[in-house]
C-alpha cells in the first residue's frame, strides 16, 4: 500500500505561487497514477490534476489549465503541483493520490495523503 504525505501548502497573496509536493513511500508509486484533488469548506472534493504512472499524459482541470502543472519524478518516489497565478477561490485543502489510471474519477485512486492547506488572500 502507498503511503502518501504532501507538503508546500501556505498562504500566499492573489498572483503567487506555490509548489506542493507528495512524497510516496514505496517505488510501486512508480507504477501509478497520481493525481491532485482539492478540497474548500463547505464544497465538495474536485479534480485539479492528473499525471500517468510514466509522465508522458497529463490532464488538467479547465479551472486550472494554464496555471497549475503536474509533474513526478519516480526516481525519487516524487511527485510534484507547481501553482502559479493563484487566486482566492484556489483556497483548500489538496490532496495527493495514487491510482490504476490518470482519471477524473476519484474512486480510481486508493491511496491518499492527509492533505495540504493552501491560502490565496485577495
Known amino acids: 500500500q502507498v503511503q502518501l504525505v504532501e507538503s508546500g501548502g501556505g498562504l500566499v497573496q492573489a498572483g503567487g505561487s506555490l509548489r506542493l509536493s507528495c512524497a510516496a513511500s514505496v517505488r510501486t508509486f512508480s507504477s501509478r497514477a497520481m493525481g491532485w484533488f482539492r478540497q474548500a469548506p463547505g464544497k465538495e472534493r474536485e479534480f485539479v490534476a492528473a499525471i500517468s504512472w510514466y509522465g508522458g499524459s497529463t490532464y488538467y482541470a479547465d479551472s486550472v489549465k494554464g496555471r497549475f502543472t503536474i509533474s513526478r519524478d519516480n526516481a525519487k518516489k516524487m511527485g510534484y503541483l507547481q501553482m502559479n497565478s493563484l487566486r482566492p477561490e484556489d483556497t483548500a485543502v489538496y490532496y495527493c493520490?495514487?491510482?490504476?489510471?490518470?482519471?477524473?474519477?476519484?474512486?480510481?485512486?486508493?491511496?491518499w495523503g492527509q492533505g495540504t492547506q493552501v491560502t490565496v488572500s485577495s
Open positions: 493520490a495514487a491510482g490504476d489510471a490518470a482519471v477524473v474519477d476519484a474512486a480510481r485512486y486508493d491511496a
